[in-house]
């Protein structure tokens, strides 16, 4: 695999034990969702099952992970399912592969609020001029836990406004508070 640097994790204490911080930066992926046209894409797919793998083998245990995974999993995680299935962020390779590494033991803690069929978005691109009134997001950026902390999940924001700030990022943040 490249040694591109899309992982830091942490160990932190909170609460009587320590907990686990991973936070990755999946490859975007390029522009073309073919792994023999774009070699970018086959970069993106292989780093998902790369870290499938190593959560199967290492079942995570007091974990949060976050991060811009560049993936958005599910039908409502994006503006037009049916029009972005050929897009790379939603093409059913990537999808199929980070909700695979997702079941490793995680849980989708914001999904935990906010219900599968509810549109959530935490991007939008910049060439949209208006993007509020057009809201053509998608939900590129996660929050998991793993399964013991489900019964842990307090709240959670999506900083929408953050958006509109004077240089402002095209993603938007994302915070879930814990009661450990």
Known sequence: MKSDCRHLAARV?????????????????????????????????????????????????????????????????????KQLLGVVSHTPPET????AWRREGFIDAIRHFVPDDQKLYTWWSYRNRDWRASNRGRRLDHIWVSADLSGCLTRHIILQDARDWERGSDHVPVALTLDL
């Open 96 to 99: 199929e592969g980070l909700n």
């Open 13 to 81: 204490d909170a609460g009587p034990e320590q907990l686990v911080v991973h936070n990755f930066y999946v490859p975007a992926g390029g522009d073309v969702p073919d792994r023999e046209q774009n070699p970018k894409y086959g970069h993106k797919l292989d780093f998902i099952a790369e870290t499938r793998n190593h959560f199967a083998a290492n079942r995570p245990q007091r974990t949060v992970l976050v991060g811009d995974l560049n993936i958005a999993p599910l039908e409502h995680d994006v503006w037009s399912h």
